[in-house]
């Protein structure tokens, strides 16, 4: 008897332990913050601003995502807003959830974040929008939540112009019986742009059937957590016997981790892969014929459309639902005018 009331007394003591520590690391987390942003007016000269506006994403140091925020930071310091990349100057690697939290928090004028469908991030926006911030879902939205707008990519476009580049790959190369095509999916998240990506690319590979032609696609979950981990779901893809011909990729990680395991595992020429963004290293592997095309969006221009967004709102109380960016492909046809605009950058 008394056994069990030690034991009792140990759980619930580990369970309060537990609750006290995450209330503190919250609360911890809260103050640094607002010392943080209590500073962000105190530019150099005494700058300060109207507004300031924040921006949430998974991987901060992707270059997609630093071009999306150049876009927005340079938007918003036009205006004579500030707009911050919410966590790339704090020492604890906060979740999204967590940061969303923060921000709520300090009561900052708006929020751009890179969203999914869970009902986590629904009940977060809410939350933030009741407190009386607006809030601008980017690249991935929340369709159920009281979102003021949603930027991003038009989906099902993008999944139709990715089957188009399967049929080319196709003409180009030796004629197969079955050609197999993976598109790597994110395993781990909720995401509607992804589904409505995907149909675009099934339902264009349906019409080869009116071609006679037999086309595979499959979904491959990757969690796209950490580079780590992207690197070893793509390795087991190539470590398999069947491996597919044709490899799409909804993300800059993927492409560039698709890309390395082609050169590694000695597939170049038989496995044709479909990127996603236009950097250096994605650029140079099209020039170099290891990757065959590319998407690229312009991330300047989704940057600058959410915080044009969030403006639109303060003023009016009002804003347009949806904003698309443009996309163009990039292929060897056309590389060499990237390339040179590289060199002209630099």
Known sequence: MKERKRRGSSTLLILVGTIILIVVTAAVGIGVFRLYIGKFNEVSEGKTYDKYYVMITEDRKDAFWQSVYQGAYETGLSENIYVDMLGENLSHDYSREDLMRIAISSKVDGIIVAADES????????????????????????????????VGVGGYNLGTEYGKQVFQIIKESESKPVTKVSVLVKSYAMDSGQNIICSGI??????????????????????????????????????????PDIIICLNELNTTCVYQAVVDYNKVGQVSILGYYDSDTIIKAIDRNVIYATVSIDTKQMGKFCVGALNEYHDLGYTSQYFTADIELIKKSNVHEYLEGGEEDE
Request: proline residues 1%; aromatic residues 6%.
């Open 119 to 150: 009902e986590q991030m629904s009940a977060l926006i809410n939350e933030a929008v009741d407190a009386g911030i607006p809030v601008v879902t980017l690249y991935g939205d929340n369709t159920h939540s009281n979102r003021c707008s949603f």
């Open 202 to 243: 099934q339902d264009t590979l349906d019409k080869a059937k009116e071609e006679g032609k037999e086309i595979e696609m499959t979904l491959v979950s990757v969690d796209d957590a950490n580079a780590f981990a992207v690197e070893e779901a793509i390795r087991d893809i190539f470590m398999e016997q069947d491996i």
